[in-house]
């Protein structure tokens, strides 16, 4: 025993080793670009303080030659990089809405010629050469050819992005939607019209047509370079641990992105200098002052002459004074308001009061330094994702869009007039401010802490998702459709020939029918927490959180159908005990779906209606409603109060939780917890399970109605239906790890919590602690939680098990009432309550048995014990597969168990000790967080408050009807244009056989 201990302890120990010895980082940035290299920058020299060796491969180095910190190591790749840039990237097609695609062919081919250049430098080629040693490889997300690194390297790979993630979502398995998640290239976002969508999914696809056939391209670089056997470009994105975007979520659209995907919008460094004595005069002493600059990858020869001209007669007439970053000498036709310059210190200029209106390309960079300093904008779109950034202007109210083809005097003099006019603009950017920088941590420590992560666990292959660079075929479960697609047809032509023998002509007429069908088909806040399921724990889960805010001064009434012993004035509570009496008979194992769904929405208006309860209620204002994710029917009081939800799920999310708040929920992809089978099942299996989920939810989805009748007659024939109210929720806080969910992607409105009941260990009863101490081979652990009893088992299971347990060489401590067992054995003690989380933590405790609940699954984890499961309800069978998943114990079935199964069971886990060491490995990953899971919660929760609510961070998907999320009216559309293109092809192709046919009768020849 104190070997397995001592093991565990090395264990552990190691995995923080390198972390703690400094790491050895190669860093490789290949575009010759200064805005793209400030947004990774910070974190190189962050990483290099914080003890780190860095080598980073760069064309615009940070410092000079000698100047950079000891472990800091630059590889100037400028001259060979820009050479090739001037001399081969042409901007005529700048600015032109339909030449996006010929920008993007000559940009990627580009970046491919100089990645290829800079590996052919001398510094690069000696790393290779000698094989020097990475502990991470972080590389820019942009140019693809460069993941070869982590092939050659064999390291753990950050790729970074300096803007949005363009079309690489596709490698961590982030849902893909062209309309409710738009890749930051597309030209139009929003309000489109159903030409306009098609126009831009034929472009869009257009280019993920070339980035496929660019992989060719780039596998061949990559060959040249490393051989024949080097990996393809789709086989290298395996091995993308994270991405790290410098976009803010909020600015991205809520996009639901799975734990390895981490945000860092605003990383970028600007030097907070003093602005020239000079420039400041000139700003000082004017009426106010407009910035003009078109960014450092645009040269300003790119704008037509005549545009330029316009807009000097334009600023000539305004009352204001303009600077202007021109990349030439000389301004033809300057009056004396403007002021040209190579370069400003641009976040300093924008922080001054006076600047009143800043007129840009649209790029990420400077669009995020206006919105830190408040300033209003007016983008002229350009290159690439310049559109998209403009757009966002419009939606967001902070600035105004204006295309350089489209610039006229009037146009641009009203547009100016408008935005420095109108307040509301620089009221919007300053709201959409605090919106974007109210977070947990700084987008540098997040992306320290993150790396770091990577560092400490050689990688984080755990975090990706199961539809990680997953080709569409497998995302869509092609096989699995075709297979039911298959069996359906033969059915349906085995149908069709009995129905042929009876009657011709009605077979025709039903098969017609038939395919017609299918064609056509922050301050203290009043919080109000509702929690009213007869669940002891389901209590547990939400006390945490609700007595940390009482503590931080907020006041809270709590209606719950077990009230605590509460000792903080903040928390008000009622006492519902009647409703567990109601229920405290009423058995769990007959798994009555039906009876469950008619009874959670009746328990909850008994106890909001109970007098003492509704008294206090209708005197009382509130700033907040915290609800137990599962009692929908809770919402209605969001909108008695007017006032957003945060919706809490004790285990992880249930019927529509992920649906009305817009996170994907593929039942192949992502397991519902209310699902049986395991990963991977077979095709009947599949059918099986998807077959009794759907009647649940459909069952679930149905009653719907009749909980509107029943929050109608109770609360007043005004309140809206649930389909409304589910609107109100404006966040998820779920009780699991994100591990545990599949690396489920999700929007920012979701917050894993996994672990929030845990709590710092507990001194044990003597009695109970004296018991443990003198066992000698050790206590197995045996509880199947607090809502079902050992006693509502079938009797001859519950023999089988005892029997094999009293031939067990341990002691046994069972949680049971004194009447369930009788008559048992020496070494088997039973006990009505335990402190199980304090019990689990005491080293003599060598195995848990339970039902597999996720709260006691938690806790085995936490305190490294091994599990048996015997699944009973609800999510029980999920966590007992994850359970067998991660290999920290195995699932028997209650119904199925034999003693010869439970006994080989026991013996293989307490005779194999890779189960506790992969129970460390779990437990390491699932603590490794920024802030401990209460904090977490406390601090979003704080967040809505703040903010009078977080509807800013709903997904588009949130609550959106199937056909909408399908686009089923774009596809209809396209459809019929189809079918009509077709059937007119076959009409045209159908009369010139009648005439030919008809030419060749009247001169008498044969048709072959």
Known sequence: MAQDWLRLFLLVISAFLKLNEGARILAVFPTPSISHQKAFRPITKELARRGHEVIVITPDPAYDKGKAPANLTEIDVHDISYKILQGEYKTEHAGKEQNVYKLMKVGLDVLHEIFSMQLDTPEFKRLIEEKVKFDLLLVEACVRPAMVLSHVFKVPMISMSSFGSAFYYRIVGAPIHEFLYPSSLRKRIYNLSLWEKFREIVKMYEIKFLLYNLEFDEHELMKKHFGEDTPSIHELRNNVDMMFLNINPIWEGIRPVPPNVVYTGGLHEYSKLEIPKDLNSFIDSSNGTIYVSFGTNVNTSVIPEEVVQIMVKVFSRLPYRVLWKWDQDKLPGKPENIKISKHFPQANLLRHPKVKLFITQGGLQSTDEAISFGVPLIGIPIFFDQWYNVEKYVHFGIGEKLELEEISEET???????????????????????????????PLERAIWWTEYVIRHSGARHLRTPTANAIWLEYVELEFFLMVLFLFVLLVFILGILIYVVKYRFFIKRLFILISYLILEAENAKILAVFPVVSTTRQFVFRPLLNEMAKRGHQ??????????????????????????????????????????????????????????????????????????????????????????????????????????????????????????????????????????????????????????????????????????????????????????????????????????????????????????????????????????????????????????????????????????SELPKNIKTMPWVPQQDLLKHPKVVLFITQGGLQSTYEAIDSLVPLICFPLINDQWYNSWKVVEHNIGLKLEIDYITEESFRSSINSVLGNNSYKENLVKLRTIMRDHPQPPLERAVWWTEYVIRHSGARHLRAPAANMPWHQYLELELVAYIILAITVLVTALVAAVYTMYVLVKSVFKTRKYKLP
């Open 412 to 442: 641009l003099r009203v547009l100016i007039k408008q935005v420095i006019g109108n307040e509301s603009y620089r009221h919007n950017i300053k709201r959409l401010h605090t919106l974007m920088h109210d977070q947990p941590e700084s």
């Open 556 to 821: 809270i009434v709590l209606v719950t159908p077990y009230p605590g012993v509460n000792t903080n004035p903040n928390i008000t509570e009622f006492n519902n005990n009647d409703v567990v009496l109601t229920n405290k008979n009423r058995s769990l194992l007959t798994n009555n779906f039906n009876e469950e769904l008619t009874q959670v929405p009746i328990s909850f208006i008994e106890q909001i209606k109970s007098p003492v309860v509704s008294n206090v209620l209708r005197q009382t204002k509130f700033d907040l409603l915290i609800a137990d994710a599962q009692v929908r029917s809770v919402l209605v009081l969001s909108h008695i109060y007017d006032i957003p939800v945060i919706q809490l799920s004790p285990s992880g999310a249930t019927f529509g939780n992920f649906e009305i708040i817009g996170a994907p929920n593929s039942q192949f992809i992502y397991s519902s917890t209310n699902r049986q089978s395991k990963r991977n099942p077979s095709l009947w299996e599949a059918l099986t399970d998807i077959y009794c989920y759907s009647s649940k939810e459909n069952a679930f989805n149905s009653f719907e109605k009749v909980e509107n009748v029943l929050l109608k007659k109770n609360f007043g024939s005004n309140i809206p239906d649930l389909s409304e109210l589910y609107n109100s929720v404006h966040m998820l806080f779920v009780n699991v790890h994100s591990v545990w969910d599949e690396n489920r992607p999700v929007p920012s409105s979701v917050v894993y919590l996994g672990g929030l009941h845990l709590h710092p260990e507990k001194p044990l009863p003597e009695d109970l602690k004296k018991y443990l101490d003198s066992s000698v081979k050790g206590v197995i652990y045996m509880s199947f939680g607090s809502m079902i009893k050992i006693s509502q088992l079938q009797k001859e299971r519950v023999l089988t098990i005892i029997k094999v347990l009293s031939e067990l060489p341990y002691d046994v401590l069972v949680k049971a009432d004194d009447n369930e067992l």
